[in-house]
């Protein structure tokens, strides 16, 4: 019978989800754990600015690897992340979150200890965290084992996240194992389809696929989610229908597939795309998540008469729903009966806007139309909330190119934690980071994180004096929407990037630097990117100044929808 202590029975368990990266910050209930972490030589410690930041970049890395974890300390420290994990809450991703927490005596005793509200409730911010997580346990020694595994079970089986207390002296305490239990990965998969009605479900698909002219499929965030990506291009490559996706499930098809037509937002997409979607006399959903930016405020779709929506947990026809028939199960069996691939008459794919030629000046117009030459296949672009993740809307993804943002949440300065995680997630892949300077201030201090973990991200700063969508919705001339200005084009060298960095246990060499560029003219744009592609092995930074009011035409509309 093994006898190992709670932490390495916890570790143990994390690796089983494909994690080798933890993020989180140092605290003193969670330092013992986190010698654990230090001293597996399979994982590495995140070691971030903090806790918000640590949250972020473990959402980031869990939507490439599927599941993540973040440490914090109790009290202060998990405050600080929830603000993340209410993202990951709210955008379905698993990110296993455990909190360093005082010793047990002292939660008995209702001790006044530091971080605590001075009034001995030690259960207060659990709590509150189990608002925003789907499994929540204070471990125990006696009940350890089953209450991690149900944690983690739990999270990363429903796509949301879950919190684990961890008193301090538990984290060196030493268990036994029952051979069975210590030996046994975890059970992950998701339930299975209720056979009898999945296969009712299964035939009146596909007789709504058979009787109709036009058919037309939609592709939304909850793929992504499952990772099903593989699934449902195979089905939309079969079938030869109209494919398309909504902002959030962006990177879930191959935009090179002859049939897939664009990004379909409502009235915020571009005109040709929306005519072909409310041309359809049948639209087969694919984890549709229907928010108002997803959604174009509310204008997205057709008439629930002539809708199929396959979902993570169930599926609904018209106006049944078939509770249990989740989409993961599901779509490989319709691929698998459909009788031919159908060939439809495509008119011209929707174009951008072509780019304004008249002036040299940066616009979001020729902006997004440019950045679709400059990103190589097996990519992952990372855009924070405001103008970045709708001019991303149209741009052409290259093969392999996987597209992170925060829709729903729309937590600003998001994306530079996220980036971090992503990268860290894959190596293998460049990151692309585009962020306002609004958002940036928020959290820029993640930029040496960046440096310490060798990670080579471009960094592309949007530098539009303010926060540009706030303005657009109210307050033009306010003073509220203004921010400080920063020298952003010396961010690489304020955060350390020309500094020794302290790296003896470390296993990657810090960042070296490659452009640090402020850019104003499409020339200097484009000079400087031409240095960027040269230079893959480096962390580029490029601050690029654009017109205050100038956005992107997709954020144009938004608007627009909203003040009717």
Known sequence: ????????????????????????????????????IEDDKDLTWGANANELNAAYAADGYARIRGAAALVTTFGVGELSAMNGIAGSYSEMVPVIHIVGTPVTTAQDQQSLLHHTLGNGDYQVFSKMASMVTVASTHITAERATSEIDEVIKTAYIKKRPGYLAFPLDLM???????????????????????????????????????????????????????????????????????????P???????????????????????????????????????????????????????????????????????????PGVGMVELIPLITARLKETRQFDFPQRAQRIPTDTTTDIITHNYLWNKIADLIPVNSIVVTDTGTSEFGIFDVHGPKGTQFISQILWGSIGYSVGAALGAAMADRSKRVYLFVGDGSYQLTAQEVSVFIRQGITPVIFLINNEGYTIEKML??????????????????????????????????????????????TTRKEFEDTMEKVQQQADKIHFVEIVMPEMDIPRQLDKLVENGQK
Request: charged share 25%.
């Open 1 to 36: 019978m093994p006898n190992v202590t709670i932490s390495e029975y916890l570790l143990k368990r994390l690796k089983e989800l494909n994690i080798d990266v933890i993020f989180g910050v140092p605290g003193d209930y969670n330092m013992p754990l986190l010698d654990f």
């Open 172 to 246: 060196t305490q030493k268990i036994d194992i029952p051979e069975d239990v210590f030996h046994q990965p975890l059970k992950l998969d998701i339930p299975r389809n209720p056979s009898e009605v999945q296969e009712i479900v299964l035939d009146n698909v596909i007789k709504a696929i058979e009787n109709a002219k036009r058919p037309t499929i939609m592709v939304d965030g909850c793929a992504l989610r499952q990772h099903i990506q593989k699934e449902v291009n195979e089905f939309v490559q079969k079938s030869g229908f109209p494919a398309f996706t909504a």
């Open 248 to 322: 959030m499930g962006k990177g879930t098809l191959d935009e090179s597939l002859p049939n897939f037509r664009g990004c379909y937002s409502g009235t915020v997409s571009l005109e040709g795309v929306q005519k072909e979607v409310e041309q359809a006399d049948l639209l087969i959903e694919i984890g549709s998540i229907k928010s108002d930016f997803n959604t174009g405020n509310f204008t997205y779709g057709l008439d629930k008469k002539k809708t199929i929506s396959l979902h993570s947990f169930s599926t609904t026809i018209y106006h049944a729903e078939y």
């Open 474 to 519: 109210h307050g033009r001339e306010r003073e509220y929407n203004n921010i400080p200005t920063w020298e952003y084009s010396s961010s690489l060298k304020f955060f350390g990037g020309h500094t020794k960095q302290k790296v003896a246990k470390r296993k990657h060499s810090p960042s070296q630097v490659g452009v640090e560029a402020r850019v």
